[in-house]
């Protein structure tokens, strides 16, 4: 990983967090907006509900199904086109068409059991609703929220971005 540094875990503590990521993300879609942007800047929907968090991606990284590696960043709005350095404390293992698709839940510090709960109940909505377009759009495969895994799992199954990566040959 040459753009991630995994600083060691804190030895004595009682509640020890594991070792968190850190690592550049662009903002995409800001928290609130009804605009879900890919990761080349096209509009790929609208959504009839706001995003509760901001969502982008790690440029220099591509996830199993071929795109930019997502992330989200809990916290306050940040605008499209943020570049933010943030720790990732975890990830989100989703699958769209039969596709794994990890998201990383990145912020400054490591989530609460409330924010962890959250992002896993909107990700099982979110499956649902994905399930839905894909069976309007024709596009057959199971949909669904996998659970919770560490943020060193989801890099484990990404890949680096080659300089002659020009976007993601799956259409969202």
Known sequence: MTNAHIPSAQAGSAAVEPPELELDVVIEVPRGSFLKRGSIGRIDFVSPFPCPFNYGSVPNYLGL????????????????????????????????????DDKLVCCTHPPTPAQKAFVLRFFGFY????????????????????????????????RPRQQSWKGSAVKY
Do not use: F, H, Y
Request: net charge positive; proline share 4%.
């Open 65 to 100: 199904e071929g795109d930019l590696l997502d992330a989200l960043v809990l916290g306050p709005r940040l605008p499209v086109g943020t570049r933010i350095r943030v720790k990732a404390w975890g990830a989100v293992t989703q699958t769209d068409r039969g596709m794994v």
């Open 127 to 158: 499956a649902k609703c994905k399930g839905l377009l894909n069976l309007l759009r024709g596009r057959p495969g199971r949909n669904g929220c996998d659970g919770w895994c560490s943020a060193a799992q989801a890099m484990a199954r990404a």
